[in-house]
């Protein structure tokens, strides 16, 4: 049985996952009937389109996992289930991050502005670099395919007789995450990199309009303020994401912690729960099909 506090935060998580999965599912969906109306695919589209889809499927795998945990630990002690979750999480994580990373660039080398030689060269093949991150996701998967098989196998050979977390040393397990969790890592301090400079040339932006202003606060200069306050909440829920996954991991070494591992739970659905919405709010295209919706439910 769960405790008031727990059962209060495991609410809040799968509030939290059924808000994500109808607005991930949305975005996705808007931006396929977008590409089938218009019979092409922008790079927009498709870095959209691979966002939601991974943190659709992200989201599922998270509530699964801590519907395991929390209420059947005997089959997370005695079944092969949780290994399939875990390298399902790893993939779709990756994917998550790597797909944020991408939208964070497209926005920072369409919004921002700087003269460095660098920039502007990047800023004149934004479709190509976009094109070559995504086109590294599978070699990521690649690197990590050898670490997910071979504990697979390993159990084969095994005969099943104990689980992988058994049979690993914590020690191991940790260090297996840490391998598995780096290179999205690296991603992830990319994404804050462009994030922040992104922020830096805004904040530029609306002092220069601020000093040219004539006693009146200039339509452009309220866009830039919105664009960032999304771009500063993102930031947050990123962090967040990462270090409730932190929490989340770690805490695997004590597995009766519940509420510790509900609260990292509670912690880490927050960012593609949010996030989400903060892409509809902030998007023009999606805003606008978000409000029909309400309409015909109101209807």
Partial sequence: MLSIVEGFLFLVAVSESVLGVLGNGFIGLVNCIDCVKNKKISTLSLILIGLASSRFC???????????????PDIYLSDNLTQYIAYLWIIMNQ????????????????????????????????????????GCLPISWLFTFPGIIMPLINNIMKNRST???????????????????????????????TCFLLLTSLWRHNRRMQLNATGFRDPSTE????????????????????????????????PENKLLFIFGMTTTVLYPCGHSFILIHGNSKLKQASLRVLKLLKC
């Fill in 58 to 72: 992200l989201i599922w795998i998270l509530i699964t996992d801590a519907y395991v945990i929390v209420f059947s």
């Fill in 95 to 134: 994917s998550s991050v790597w797909f944020a990373t991408s939208l964070s660039i497209f926005y920072f080398l369409k919004v921002a502005n700087f003269s460095h030689c660098i920039f502007l060269w990047l800023k004149g093949h934004i479709t190509k670099i976009l094109l070559f991150l995504m």
């Fill in 163 to 193: 689980t992988w977390l058994i049979t690993m040393q914590e020690s191991e397990y940790f260090i297996n995450q840490i391998l598995f969790n780096i290179g999205t890592l690296l991603v992830f301090i990319l994404c804050l990199i």
């Fill in 223 to 254: 866009a830039h303020v919105k664009a960032m306050k999304i771009l500063m909440s993102f930031i947050i829920l990123f962090i967040l994401y990462f270090v409730g996954t932190a929490i989340e991991i770690s805490v695997r070494a004590v």
